[in-house]
């Protein structure tokens, strides 16, 4: 079970590097940007959504955590 709920942390991972990569390549982030480091924010964000949601947190606040992370990986 453990190995599995791994792949799928590393699957997510590299595909949001890959899309951060990207941008980071058309100039959308800064040089100094670290894709790997932006995955991995991006991944945590989604498992605490979740999380959150589950627990019946209002939708007004999930939307609050998405768009400050929004805010805090690419920029506001």
């Known amino acids: 079970m453990r190995a599995v709920v791994l792949e799928g942390f590393s699957e997510r991972d590299q595909a949001f590097t890959a899309c951060f990569r990207l941008a980071k390549e058309n100039g959308e982030l800064p040089q100094t940007a670290d894709p790997v480091v932006l995955a991995q924010l991006a991944s945590a964000t ?31």
């Open 46 to 76: 989604i498992h605490s959504i979740a999380v959150r949601a589950r627990a019946r947190v209002p939708r007004k606040e999930l939307e609050a955590i998405v768009k400050g992370a929004v805010d805090v990986m690419v920029g506001g």
